[in-house]
Every structure is written in structure tokens, then in C-alpha cells.
């Protein structure tokens, strides 16, 4: 007696206007177990996500009608957790914060391997959207609260508005709060794959962090130098 054939792993949404690119990322994605659609504008994106939603969406920044940036803002118009994954030649650090700050759950640079594109994916698709698991639970360091239930931040009791992943970078300090964390810990924990290539990223966000949260006596977000960052009340 014949056997079903399992199901795709998942239902992606490949938004490519190179059609080299767009035909060897379903080849791969389809060869690995997902099943895949492809759109070569932002128009048609919008469509196949309104008509069918996709577990995931590669999507492109650079794109013959509009941009990826503003695909997303669209896409999150309509739904807040499906998760979107960059995948551009525009390798700089601002793009990358502006891309994973709009809520895309990571962010991929042209040129790349075929391999990291799947980890990346099967990372994001085990935790389950841009925003990763949450853990539940209220933290409190001197006068900074955070709230992993309702999202909320506070500084002095005064609210502290921060995106995705800044919320999650804090989360990271404050559960361990008065350990130092290495820059590849902390890549880690906000896009849950071991990466080098996030490193960088790292250091973007701690400066936005402590912009937004130690603006007042005592700074708790401390450097240390050759090792990493570290949240605690000084002595």
C-alpha cells in the first residue's frame, strides 16, 4: 500500500526581480523540502501574500516598482507576524538596522551561500516570526523595568519606546544582568543563528539602547573592553 508523501516543510514566497536568482533560490528551497512561489515585484508580492499567505517571505529590497522597506511596511499593515527575511546587495549597517527595525525577522547579503540562506530560514521558521519567542516574566534593574508579557519598558517610570529587537536586546542584558555577554552571544540570542556577520550589528544597537534607557544616573549598560557588554548597577 502506497504511503502519503509528506507535506513541504513550508510555504515560502520568493520576491526576486532576477530571474538567475529567483529560479536558483526555488530550485534549492523546493530541493530542501519547502514549497515555493515566486514574484518579481513588489504588485505581485502584495498579491500572492493577499491571496495565499506564506509561512515566509524572501524578500528583495531592491525591486522594480517600489522597495523592500516599503513591501514590509505593507505586509505588517496586514499581518504582524508573518516573518519576512532580506536578502539584498545593500550590505551596510543602516540598511540592516532599518530592515530588521521595520520588523523583518533577519537579513541576508548578496552574495550568498546557498547553505546560511536555509539555516537562516529554518532558524526563523523554529521561533516562530520576526519577534522570536517570548519569554514571559517581569525584570527590574535600579530604576529600569521590563515587562516580557506586555512589552512595555520603563525608565524612572517614565515609558521607553523600542523596536523588536531592540526589546529583545534588553531582555538578553537584564536576564543576565551582572554577567558579561561576548557580541557573538548576544547575535545570537537576538537572531538565534551563529553568525559573524551580525557582529557589527551589535554594537549599532547597544548604542541606540543606551540612548533610549541610560539616559539618567546610574548607566547600567556598561562595555567591557575585549570581552563584551554587561548590564548592572555600578559599585
Known sequence: ?????????????????????????????????????????????????????????????????????????????????LPVVFLSARDGVADRVAGLDLGAADYVVKPFSMDEVLARIRA???????????????????????????GEVRRDGQPVALTPNEFKLLRCLMTNAGRVLTRAQIADYIWDYDFTGEINLVESYISALRRKVDTSEPRLIHTVRGFGYVLRVPP
Request: proline residues 6%.
Open 124 to 150: 526563523v521558521l523554529r521561533r516562530g516570526g520576526p519577534g522570536g519567542a517570548q519569554d514571559s516574566g517581569r525584570r527590574q534593574v535600579a530604576g529600569l523595568e521590563l515587562d516580557a508579557d506586555t
Open 1 to 81: 500500500m502506497a504511503q502519503d508523501s509528506p507535506g513541504p516543510e513550508a510555504r515560502l514566497l520568493v520576491v526576486e526581480d532576477d530571474p538567475g536568482i529567483a529560479d536558483l533560490l526555488s530550485d534549492a528551497l523546493s530541493f530542501a523540502g519547502f514549497e515555493v512561489r515566486t514574484a518579481a515585484t513588489a504588485a505581485d508580492a502584495l498579491r500572492e501574500v493577499a491571496a495565499r499567505p506564506p509561512d515566509l517571505i524572501v524578500l528583495d529590497i531592491m525591486l522594480p516598482d517600489s522597495d523592500g522597506f516599503d513591501v514590509l511596511k505593507r505586509i505588517r499593515g496586514q499581518s504582524s507576524s
